[in-house]
């Protein structure tokens, strides 16, 4: 496992309703690791509570990372933890970035972008101008105060390759979703992130015109995850120890339970931290983040998240 960065806090700005934009630098002032458009980085907020970030900024720059952080006011405490009580000067740890979400090679791009889901698509629209790619943002938003960096993005040089949305515009003004996936060159790959509501939109839309599934690709700002189920039973084969999941609990707290931490950064299943490799049994996923092949081979799970269908599972701690 690579070490924790330590970053400090250089700048925090409202840069729309409910959102805060935070630079961080590494604390000794060298350059940070490089990362690749879509990348996202966790940061450890405090004892048991770390949230994933995307990197908003331009992967070029070397010396900062950019993230955006909404305020969930139904959240579990990361958001207004980082709202409130993180403050300029501070040094907090994080992984180095990781990439779920990388652009692929193709023809053109398109990306959809709903609410703070904007961060990583932004940081891919900046790459992609500078590789001089041929690419069109969709950014779709409640309201124009509550869509961030909108002046960034209609004063990029790629100014001409944004199209902004909201709720409160009139119909003729909205995203025409069918008109975007009629009117794609073949071997366009599409890419949306957003809250799951919105993902499933673009992509069963995308799946009325006959596209390569393949080509979409999505990350989900935030889930709704039901982990509710009826108990069953875990045994985990390298500890040689059994614990019951009980109706209301998750796997992860399960085995906080006997005193197993096991390395969790959403809780939600949507950025892959907990997964975990499944000896015998077969998981109800309840997950966002394995591919469907993945959840069909019954050989992984996400633990903060997925349950069983089996009355046991084996798992490989
Ligand atoms: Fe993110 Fe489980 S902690 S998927």
């Known amino acids: 496992m690579k070490s924790l960065l330590s970053l400090r806090v250089i700048s925090k700005l409202r840069v729309a309703e409910h959102i805060i934009a935070i630079d961080l630098v590494s604390e000794d002032g060298e350059d940070l690791p490089v990362y690749e458009p879509g990348s996202h980085i966790d940061l450890h907020l405090a004892p048991g509570l770390s949230r994933c970030y995307s990197l908003y900024g331009r992967n070029s720059e070397r010396n900062v990372y950019r993230i955006a952080v909404l305020r969930e006011h139904e959240g579990r405490g990361g958001s207004r933890h980082i709202h409130d009580q993180l403050s300029l000067g501070d040094v907090i740890s994080a992984t180095p970035p ?21 961060t990583p698509v ?6 992609l101008w500078e590789r001089r ?17 909108r002046g960034e993005l209609t004063t990029a040089p790629f100014a001409s ?3 902004l949305y909201t709720n409160d515009a009139a119909p003729s003004e909205q995203l025409d979703i069918n008109g975007v996936f009629s009117d794609t060159p073949p071997g366009t790959h ?9 993902i499933d939109w673009v992509e069963k839309n995308g799946a009325l015109y006959n596209l390569d599934s393949a080509h979409f690709h999505h990350e989900h700002f935030a889930a709704e995850i039901d982990t509710k189920g009826d108990e069953f039973e875990v045994f985990l084969a390298r500890s040689k120890l059994t614990v019951n999941v009980h ?22 299943g949507v950025c892959g931290t907990c997964i975990t490799t499944v000896l015998e049994g077969i998981p109800d996923h309840r997950d966002q983040y394995l591919m469907d092949s993945e959840k069909k081979s019954n050989s992984l799970m996400t633990l903060c998240c997925s349950r069983a269908v089996s009355k046991r599972l084996t798992l490989d701690i």
């Open 247 to 268: 109706e209301n609990e998750t796997i992860a707290s399960a085995l906080l339970r006997i005193g197993l931490e096991i390395p969790i950064s959403c809780a939600q």
């Open 98 to 118: 990781r990439n779920n979400f990388p652009l692929h090679t193709a023809p053109h791009h398109v990306m959809f972008a709903g609410g703070i889901g904007i």
């Open 190 to 198: 599409f890419y949306t992130c957003g809250p799951t509501g919105f």
């Open 122 to 127: 932004l940081s891919m629209a900046w790459s």
């Open 133 to 149: 790619e041929s690419f069109h943002l969709h950014y779709c938003g409640r309201s124009l105060d509550r869509m961030a960096f």
């Open 161 to 163: 390759n944004v199209s």
